[in-house]
């Protein structure tokens, strides 16, 4: 199974910026989408960015304009930059790593992220 682990979060003032780092192992067969999730205080985990291994993505409204996700060459590391950010923003995030051909799915274990003067 691919193992995921995520890097980055911290706590930010309003309008501040973080970059969060993703790197999943190697896959035999490949990994197909890679994408972040978010859980903040008392809701649902939600999805915020997603991105193919041809590099298509796409984006939660919430975060659309705000946040760019991207991958590395080698299509094992996925980064979020997070721009203008929020209180609202403020959640543990997860990083979710799909294999190609099996479509088994790796969360890493989260990290947190706190958008508060």
């Known amino acids: 199974q691919v193992q995921v682990v995520e890097s980055g979060g911290g706590l930010v003032q309003p309008g501040g910026s973080l970059r969060l780092s993703c790197a999943a192992s190697?896959?035999?067969?490949?990994?197909?989408?890679m994408g972040w999730y978010r859980q903040g205080p008392g809701k649902q985990r939600e999805l915020v960015a997603t991105i193919t291994s041809d590099s298509s993505t796409s984006y939660a409204n919430s975060v659309k304009g705000r946040f760019t996700i991207s991958r590395d060459n080698a299509k094992t590391t996925a980064y979020l930059q997070m721009n203008s950010l929020k209180p609202e923003d403020t959640a543990v995030y997860y990083c979710k790593a799909s294999e190609r051909l099996t479509g088994s799915n790796s969360w890493g274990q989260g990290t947190q992220v706190t958008v508060s003067s």
């Open positions: 190697r896959s035999v067969f490949g990994i197909n989408l």
